[in-house]
């Protein structure tokens, strides 16, 4: 959101994880911006919170549920017709309490691919579609994988800098730096993978400023890979 000098504003979301690998959209309420439209729940981040704190807040606020296990996992901007919102989205893996419509919203349990309500938050798409890739990915040798039934390529960025994105359905590129991570975004890339052998230092650094794609750890554990903000990790062996 922004205030009146036009200020982006920080937003933090969060999406439930079930043990089915399904997510949790809500309604937004009556008299709000886009009433009636699903997004993910959450809202302004407050002077002096951290990320963590202001989703634990509003997730209590919103529908009495208590955050208990969260990883961070992407960054937008998007500019509404009413507000510039830059929105740091976590998943939410484990948390106590039952949702209640605390604000008069709906809440419905999607599975990605198979969305069920309708009309969606604008800034929802990439987030929506990010949700297809799964925890774990299998990479051949030749940088091809697959997603569900939809084939991929993984390829070096500098090559890609060259040739553009593959005109595959997923197309991953392999990332060094925050400013490859960029650069692999502008060029319309579906995730990033990142080295994590060498030590978690290099990771954080290509993370350093948001997350505008799934970023995807190699040679990491998948619950060391979540707490560093990674969307998952290439099998052993791939």
Excluded: C
Excluded at 75 to 88: D, K, Q, W
Excluded at 114 to 136: C, D, F, T, Y
Excluded at 216 to 224: C, I, K, M, N
């Amino acid at each position: 959101m922004t205030d009146n000098t036009g200020k982006t504003i920080a937003v933090v979301a969060g999406a439930l994880i079930d043990a089915d690998g399904r997510y949790m959209l809500g309604s937004r309420p009556a008299g709000k911006p886009y009433a009636g439209y699903w997004e993910f729940p959450g809202g302004k981040v407050e002077a002096g919170e951290t990320l963590f704190a202001a989703l634990a807040r509003e997730f209590d606020e919103e529908m009495g549920v208590r955050v208990q296990h969260a990883t961070p996992w992407l960054t937008r901007v998007h500019h509404y017709e009413h507000a510039s919102v830059h929105l740091t989205f976590f998943r939410v893996w484990s948390w106590a309490g039952t949702p209640q419509p605390h604000e008069g919203q709906a809440f419905a349990w999607q599975k990605p691919g198979e969305e069920s309500v309708a009309p969606m938050l604008p800034a929802n798409g990439p987030i929506l579609r990010a949700l297809h890739l799964p925890l774990s990915l299998r990479v051949a040798a030749d940088g091809r994988f697959a997603v569900g039934e939809e084939a991929g390529a993984l390829v070096d960025l500098a090559g890609a800098q060259r040739a553009g994105r593959p005109p595959t359905p997923w197309a991953g590129a392999r990332v060094r730096s925050a400013a490859e991570l960029a650069e692999a975004a502008r060029l319309g890339f579906d995730f990033a993978l990142a080295d994590a052998v060498a030590g978690w230092d290099a990771f954080d650094r290509v993370v350093s400023a948001g997350w505008p794609l799934p970023v995807f750890a190699a040679g990491a554990t998948l619950s060391a890979a979540l707490e560093h903000g990674a969307h998952g990790v290439l099998e052993a062996g791939a």
